[in-house]
């Protein structure tokens, strides 16, 4: 296969080997007989013509937003078992009639928008469609014999992805914000071009000469993003909803000393490139001990180091100039600002009316609001007075409410009360009988253990006299004195939880 053909098939999703057959068929033929596959053909040629040349794959061109039809396009999309491609006509005509390709003299002349459409076609549009549908349309690109029309036909989906990526560029990089930034020379754009689609990676080589223009012509007709002359390129403000305004003096002076800038940063780094190499060339001649090489290397050194210092400081200058100049375009955008905001200011003062007029409003606005409340505290009076709520009957029902409230609760923590002293009391009594209980295993075990009589006599007696001191509830004896009960260790703790809750 020939090597754009080679090309297309590697990088184009639609043509897969096994889809050959059907795009090197006879797509006039598949119009009528399969108009799904007639479509997908035509959509598959459109983006490979089109991929193609912005990639600059198309043999013997150096466009590549425009496409040459000729004899040689077919030859050069040949394959050896399909031959020459017998629908690249019909598609070529199809891509014309739905805009996706411009003659490219049409395209330049024309002061209309691609993209603008009348509702009512013209009789010469009624007389075209009606012979393209009859194949007797003498300007197709389909000519006898399997030949195709020579023309240059300017590519708009290639149009359109370049300021895609153009656009994005230009936002990633915080351009387009003054003035200096907006404008430049027609050689300082294209580098910008072709630096943003060699960074993609969808060209290779450089736009042409004609591929500018077509592309200027598409931005400032088509987009209206920027407006240009034969050496001066403006971007409109990104803040401006008007049309891109004209080329005016004062911006071909600022391209112009943007672009000497550039230029002299380019010389000045080839001359400091210049001067180490012949620093190093003297070097070299020293070191081999040729003193001729060597002091013709420092000469041309110190002319090139003279040179050079008479480029920077000329450079200095530019940028100087160029800083003031960025300085006083700052000024005049803030004052256009400024002077903006003091007509708005203005205007909607004039709206108000002065001090005056504010008071007499906020004065009206007094007596409306005393009306309305007026009127609130006249609807808000009983219709019969005698509804009229007596106050002092309402506080002492309220009072005898609370009374109410205050005796329940009372008598509920009085009963809580009552019960916490009941648990309390069965549980001293509960200690108390394990107390006794203790004592009396005590006693057992002794006499068990056959201790004496007296021993367990005073043990009794001890034993008589603790339980006569026990007093369940905790009350005073005969004799008037308080008395605690004994608390084994292990109720000690819930005795005094119990009675501090019944407090």
Request: glycine letters at 6%; charged letters at 30%.
């Amino acid at each position: 296969m020939s090597p754009l053909l080679d090309w297309l098939v590697e990088h184009e999703p639609l043509f897969r080997k096994t889809r050959l057959p059907s795009l090197y068929s006879d797509l006039n033929v598949q119009r009528t007989s399969n108009p799904e596959g007639y479509t997908a053909n035509v959509t598959a040629w459109s983006s490979a013509l089109t991929h193609a040349a912005v990639a600059g794959q198309i043999p013997h061109e150096q466009h590549h937003l425009i496409l040459q039809t000729n004899d040689e396009l077919l030859n050069a999309l040949a394959s050896p078992t399909y031959g020459r491609p017998s629908g690249l006509g019909t598609v070529v005509d199809e891509c014309v009639r739905q805009g996706k390709m411009v003659d490219l003299q049409d395209f330049i002349s024309s002061e209309k928008s691609i993209y603008s459409r009348s509702w009512i076609p013209s009789p010469w549009a009624v007389l075209r469609w009606g012979l393209q549908k009859a194949g007797l349309s003498w300007s197709s690109f389909d000519l006898r014999g399997g030949r195709l029309k020579a023309a240059k036909l300017a590519l708009v989906p290639a149009l359109e992805e370049v300021w895609k990526r153009l656009s994005a560029a230009r936002e990633a990089g915080a351009k387009a914000q003054t003035l200096t930034d907006r404008v430049m020379t027609r050689e300082m754009f294209m580098k910008d071009v072709n630096g943003v689609l060699s960074q993609a990676g969808d060209i290779t080589g450089s736009l042409s000469d004609q591929d500018l223009d077509v592309l200027l012509r598409y931005l400032s007709r088509d987009k209206q993003v920027l407006s240009y002359d034969a050496n001066t390129v403006k971007f409109k403000s990104p803040s401006s909803t008007s049309t891109p305004e004209p080329i005016t003096q004062g911006d071909r002076s600022i391209a112009s000393l943007k672009s000497l800038i550039e230029d002299l940063l380019q010389k000045t780094a080839t001359m400091s490139a210049r001067i180490t190499t012949l620093q190093e060339k003297a070097s070299g001649a020293v070191k081999s001990g040729n003193k001729v090489s060597a002091l013709s290397a420092l000469r041309s050194k110190k002319l090139a180091e003279r040179a050079l210092q008479q480029r920077l400081d000329t450079l200095h200058q530019l940028e100087e100039i160029y800083t003031k100049i960025e300085s006083a375009v700052d000024q005049v955008e803030i004052l256009a600002v400024m002077e903006s905001s003091a007509s708005v200011l203005k205007t909607l003062n004039k709206r108000v009316g002065g001090v005056e007029r504010v008071e007499d409003v906020l004065e009206s606005l007094r007596e409306e609001v005393s009306k309305v409340d007026e009127v609130s505290d006249v609807l808000a009076e009983p219709v019969d007075q005698k509804a009229v709520l007596d106050e002092d009957e309402v506080d002492e029902e309220f009072e005898a409410m609370e009374r109410e409230e205050r005796d329940r609760t009372r008598k509920a923590e009085e009963e809580k009360t009552r019960q916490k002293l009941q648990e309390l009391d069965a549980l001293e009594q509960l200690h108390q009988d394990k107390e006794r209980e203790s004592e009396r295993s005590e006693l057992k075990k002794q006499r068990e253990g056959g201790g004496d009589d007296d021993d367990e006599q005073a043990l009794l007696s001890t034993s008589i006299e603790k339980m006569q001191r026990l007093d369940i509830g905790g009350r005073t004896d005969g004799e008037g004195m308080q008395r605690q009960p004994q608390q084994t260790k292990e109720g000690s703790g819930r005795i005094e939880q119990i009675a501090q809750e019944a407090t």
